[in-house]
């Protein structure tokens, strides 16, 4: 899967989780950059993610990722592995 | 249970819909919306964002002026519950309801209840629910399993004493892994083992304690533990269910809350071909339908079959709705010896050519039920929707092309759920059959009084009690016709009555020469500070008007009220959507209009001193003893 589409599939799921369809995500976004991205909001962002590209994060991998850009290369590697 | 709303139909441009919800201008069609997106399948983020959108758009003095009531539950645990809020909200909407959700504070499920001056305590909980996780139940100092319970009778007593409202007690998720594997039984210090120990005393206590269960572990068995607990989640945020099946378990607890207020479906109404059996009757033939031993799918729908006698003996009525020819139709009821229902099991059977949404009325029809209490099922999807449209109030719901889950389907759905089982459930069909032949004699008879005097009716009365405490509290949420006031009562609330010494509660059963109609009259009456006697309650079921049991309730009304020392009868007319029926009812029994009141109810007088018994072709006497 191209990163451009794993983008678009994923503006989607933080359009759909923050009920905020003004979001545009950059790889430097970061939580305090959005409103509703608050820590309740960001388990079901992660659920999502997991449940639509169907693959699984690590504990590991979601303590120490950082921005958008870190989550869609996570996705990208484990879309891509599969 | 799946862990998505299976048996709900997708609805598409359900994301558009959900937009346009913003720009109708109409709060009743919103209200209409909602529920419709509610009903329809979704995941756990689409739940979440109807949520928020309905609580935006209505709330407060809107809901009021809809006639929608708002039920307040109280959510109490021992970890994180909010995520569960929005999925028990939208199974809310789903049945019409307004849920109006108290988070308990993290872990303070014990300090609610014992602190006076605790939120819980302002809430006035309508619904407590007390949501354990397995942490809790099985770690640390709380090894003991007798002591945790204790402690849960004392928040149950508390509960049905301060609030008197429904109690819901979640049975513990069984996810610690096994230490031994499968004779863990035999490692009393297991942590898994302690779950178990603790859903087993849990079931026992519940049922003395008339305490309803959310059995979160009986459903896990269906699914497997994965599908409901993420260890990573747990360990991350102390989610222990997880948010993806959130909808699903709201569904699973809202069902309880309806269940215990009278509002579980009454009625399966049944199609034939592909639904009972395989293939075409009418083509087929009798020998040639797929029924029984011999075929895999023969037997897949002896096994439905006998899913739905089951429904049947514990009190849902059946019906019957099949396009063919009535002869055809009824053939393999009577001749096939693979069916497992016969025609003496289904209480209405409709077959003709007409479209299904006019059988499906005269269904209701003739069966005295509202359609809301219907549920339709149907292999054909142009038939289910043909209902959906027509019909929106019955539940249809989405079954597998493949006849060996219909059953799931039905069971997952849970439209007939039920918390207690009494024995007028198991009777049910058997009253509703005596009833045709009622009717039949009825056509035989012309003469009303010689009719009347033929049923040799017996009408027996007794103060509510104990044993029928079930069957008087289901009467009185779920009656909505013959109900002159059309108050709800909890059975925490029912038993309050019965304690009062300045109130009379009758309850009525009758009896005549087919059988036993069970129990077909509720009477509450208030001695008020005049010495009048106020009819809080009184209702009656459908099935047994025309036959001068309103009169009869009255002279035993009046015999009891006189002994309690009042002087004169107050009834009351509260008018709903669905008791125009019984508007006259006070006058016609010879009360005196007294005045409207602000709500729109009109009272009415009766004088005792000078009140002569009702003349009544029923024999009238007490019940020896509770029970009756």
Not at chain 2, 67 to 83: D, I, M, N, Q, W
Not at chain 2, 325 to 339: G, I, S, V
Request: proline share 3%.
């Amino acid at each position: 899967m191209q990163e451009s589409e794993i983008y678009q599939r994923l503006t989607k799921i933080f359009h759909n989780v923050m009920d905020d369809d003004s979001i545009v995500l950059t790889p430097e976004l970061t939580a305090p950059d959005v409103k509703e991205w608050d820590s309740f909001n960001h388990i079901n962002l992660i659920v999502a993610t997991e449940q639509a590209f169907k693959i699984k994060f690590q504990t590991a991998e979601l303590e120490s990722m950082k921005n958008v850009g870190h989550l869609v290369a996570l996705i990208e590697k484990k879309v891509n592995k599969s | 249970m799946a862990i998505e709303l299976s048996w709900l139909p997708e609805l598409p441009n359900w994301a558009e819909s959900l937009e346009s919800l913003h720009s109708v201008g109409d709060d009743a069609a919103r209200w209409a919306k909602i529920v419709s997106l509610a009903g329809s399948k979704i995941d756990f983020i689409q739940s979440a964002r109807l949520d928020r959108s309905a609580q935006k758009l209505l709330a407060g003095e809107t809901l009021t002026t809809l006639g929608v009531k708002p039920l307040r539950v109280a959510l109490l645990g021992s970890s994180t519950l909010k995520h569960l809020v929005s999925g028990i909200r939208v199974a809310g909407y789903r049945r019409k309801f307004w849920l109006e959700v108290l988070e308990g504070e993290y872990g303070m499920y014990l300090q609610d209840f014992l602190d006076r001056s605790s939120p819980l305590y302002k809430f006035k909980p309508n619904a407590v629910v007390i949501a354990l996780d397995a942490h809790h139940v099985a770690e640390g100092d709380r090894a003991n399993v007798h002591e945790l319970i204790g402690n849960l009778r004392h928040c149950w007593a508390i509960a049905k004493q301060e609030f008197g409202c429904t109690v819901i007690q979640q049975t513990a998720l069984p996810i610690f892994p096994l230490l031994m594997g499968s004779n863990e039984q035999r490692l009393a210090e297991s942590p898994r083992e302690r779950l178990r120990q603790f859903n087993m005393e849990l079931r026992a206590a519940a049922d003395q304690e008339g305490v309803h269960l959310l059995a979160v572990d009986d459903y896990v068995a269906g699914d497997g533990t994965n599908a409901w607990y993420d260890p990573a989640l747990w360990h991350r945020s102390k989610q222990e269910i997880h948010p993806r099946v959130s909808q699903v378990y709201g569904d699973l607890l809202v069902r309880l809350i309806a269940s215990d207020r009278g509002l579980s479906s009454k009625c399966l109404v049944l199609d034939l071909d592909n639904t009972l059996w395989g293939g075409v009757i009418g083509d087929d033939g009798l020998h040639g339908i797929a029924l029984g031993q011999g075929s895999s799918l023969g037997e897949a729908f002896v096994a439905f079959q006998r899913y739905v006698l089951g429904l049947k003996r514990r009190g849902v009525i059946l019906a019957v709705c099949s396009k063919n020819d009535e002869a055809n139709a009824l053939a393999p009821f009577e001749q096939h010896p693979e069916m497992v229902l016969r025609r003496g099991d289904i209480a209405c059977f409709v077959a003709n050519w007409e479209d299904k949404a006019s059988n499906v009325r005269k269904i209701a029809n003739a069966l005295n039920i509202g359609l809301d209490s219907l549920v339709f099922v149907d292999d054909n999807p142009f038939e289910r929707n043909l209902i959906r449209q027509e019909l929106p109030q019955i539940a249809v719901p989405e079954i597998s092309d493949d006849p060996s889950f219909y059953a799931t389907a039905l069971a997952d759905a849970g439209y007939f759920e039920a918390v207690s089982i009494t024995a007028e459930d198991r009777e049910r069909n058997e009253q509703y059959q005596a009833n045709a032949e009622r009717e039949l004699l009825r056509e035989s008879t012309t003469d009303l009084t010689s009719y009347l005097q033929s049923l040799r009716m017996e009408l027996i009365h007794h103060p509510f009690d104990k044993i029928n405490l079930a069957r008087v509290t289901q009467l009185i949420n779920k009656t909505n016709q013959f109900n002159l006031t059309t108050r709800r009562y909890t059975e925490a609330e029912v038993q309050g009555v019965m304690k009062d010494p300045r109130a009379v509660t009758l309850q009525m059963r009758l009896l005549d020469k087919f059988g036993d109609n069970g129990i077909i009259a509720i009477l509450i009456a208030k001695l008020d500070e005049n010495q009048d006697a106020v009819i809080d309650t009184w209702l009656m079921s459908c099935r047994v008007l025309g036959r001068q049991v309103e009169e009869a309730c009255l002279n035993v009304l009046a015999e009891q009220a006189m002994r309690l020392g009042a002087r004169r009868l107050i009834g009351e007319y509260c008018p709903t959507a669905k008791n125009g029926m019984v508007c006259d009812l006070y006058p016609r029994l010879g009360f005196a209009a007294e005045g409207c009141k602000a709500d729109g109810g009109v009272r009415f007088s009766l004088n005792l001193d000078s009140f002569a018994q009702l003349p009544v072709l029923l024999t009238i006497h007490e019940a020896m003893h509770a029970g009756i």
